[in-house]
């Protein structure tokens, strides 16, 4: 068993903010990052497989169609978009890095298993001092 | 002479867009930063001071006088904010890294030269590909 | 199950030296790190928290919680601060990185988990080519 | 149980290309890294070992003794070399990040355990977007 | 006048080798860096371009045609390429960081003038240790 | 004319501290900086040469030689020692990074122009937040 990671990157707005909360209450519980006019973050998003080396390549997964699948299913979503408005697998949920990691987690799975892979772990990072894990429930 | 730089971080919102423009033609010029409803950015800023070193000190600037000059002119009013919406320096104003660097060397400039001291230049990065330099007209 | 993890920072000074071997014997085990009058290093804190998301917020801890424990705690006590002098919870001990993330470890267990959090890690970096890394005994 | 990882580098050519395929075959599996003239890349290759912390020293296992290890087993036989050409453990074997990394891992862990410690994991970037991690069989 | 800077990278395969030397010659001036069966780089590649701000767009250049003019110059001449064996503008010439930075601002510089803008200067990195800028002759 | 820089790297401690000052008026200039039994630092030192490149080898400088000169004059004398106690070069000078990067400066000027090459530029990196550049008096 082996693992591969690929890194992506998108630059998207966002906010913390419940509608059911007043402005109050969501300044309170998120501070700045409930801004109503939103902020945003380059982030960045590590993706990793893992599996048998195929004695044939060499490779895992051909990292070409990796890049494809994360492309397609999230990375064109986000890209220069607001993650609370824009992004369909986000509608109806806070746009906190967690719950962002396991819904990017949750839309790559089903593809990379679909390539004879396992998807071991999602990364996502908001800025250089903060960063999320997930390995799937 | 010697040049001494502080770097200060800011997470913001922004789209490039002309009001005056429609969507296509917005889209047309500005491509994917267009999107109507924000995305955003870490950005990193760099802020070059130069001038003679203060044989007592040994200091061109005291770093902590620099860092609230950047803080209080600066990056308080950028962080966690929309650059297009809430920044009264950048009001009327295109959001691009170009006018923000010169408008952030603007902001600078004055309170840098009540210590003594000369702005040399600002830097701005807007993601790990691309920045701006501005030295001042 | 999801992981957090906040980056501090901290600039201390040190060395690896045992009072009760000669200088010859420091010098041998502990080379250049022995310097009787210390060397320093800007080390990365990386602390990681585990936990279920809360549903309300979308949070496994609030960050800014996170991090007025570990400034209160660590980052307080080492920054410009001498690791063998100075640290309260260093005392008596070695001042290797590898003890250091144990102790540092030790420091922020209880106060995370006060938090309804888990501590999973602590990575500590002391240059750009070595870092530890504990889970706990 | 404490991990301790240390980073080296090295600067090598490589191409992906089987001897018994067609260069066009070459060319529709591996892309262009199957270029007959070779290309390269700046290589970070990072060793993680694991074990207790001997009381005397607070180390691990010596990074000075580590950093040999990797130098004369791995580094010196790969850097300024080609993967595929120059490198007796890698004769016969394709050039991916994954094989590289397994049999850095070979190469490493009879060293490393001969100093009473144990070799966790080897993780080996080919860039900045792409990085492999294996943990042994 | 106002600088902005594109980065690009290209993983190339180079040797220092003067075929009217002596491999014996070559080593003892270029060292390892001689190694018949070539080595490798990820090289960065930073183009500054200066000139005005369009006070329609903010820009002083639109980085998408920035990029477009790097690409089909430069990087995909070089990228997953052998310098001295591939690349048409690096024919007959000494695969150093320095020369190939020069030629480099030469094949860059007539596209960019074409856009009404002015390379500033080229800046090329070859390791984390060492880089190149260039500014014409 | 090209520029080539070489990047070393050295861990040291220091204090910035006045003798002929009680402690409290350093506290109040220094700040934390001041700590009497010292903090220190990773520093990243950038050496930039300039000159024309060499027809024969298509270098400005031989890095190997560059590097032996740096590692000499400057980071033996630096790495794993006390700026203010242990530097030969720094004895009765304030350790700001200001002075530090002038005074490296001073001694690697006559060696680099013995080998025909000009020193154009030192930049001392303090943190990741703080730089200092100077390219002569």
């Not at 990671?5 to 906010?15: G, I, L, P, V, Y």
Request: charged share 30%.
């Amino acid at each position: 068993m082996i693992y591969i990671t690929r890194r992506e990157r998108f630059n998207s707005a966002h906010k913390l903010f419940r509608e059911d909360w007043s402005d109050e209450q969501n300044l309170e519980v998120f501070g700045k990052c409930s801004n109503p006019n939103w902020h945003g973050h380059n982030y960045e998003l590590y993706v990793t497989v893992k599996g048998e080396v195929n004695p044939k390549t060499g490779f895992v997964i051909d990292l070409k169609e990796l890049k494809r699948i994360i492309t397609s299913q999230v990375t064109d979503k986000l890209d220069h978009k607001n993650v609370n408005l824009d992004v369909d697998f986000m509608a109806g949920k806070m746009a906190s890095t967690e719950v962002l990691a396991m819904e990017i987690y949750n839309q790559l799975k089903p593809h990379i298993e679909a390539c004879g892979a396992q998807l071991d772990k999602i990364k996502l990072c908001e800025t250089e001092n903060n960063f999320v894990e997930y390995y799937g429930s």
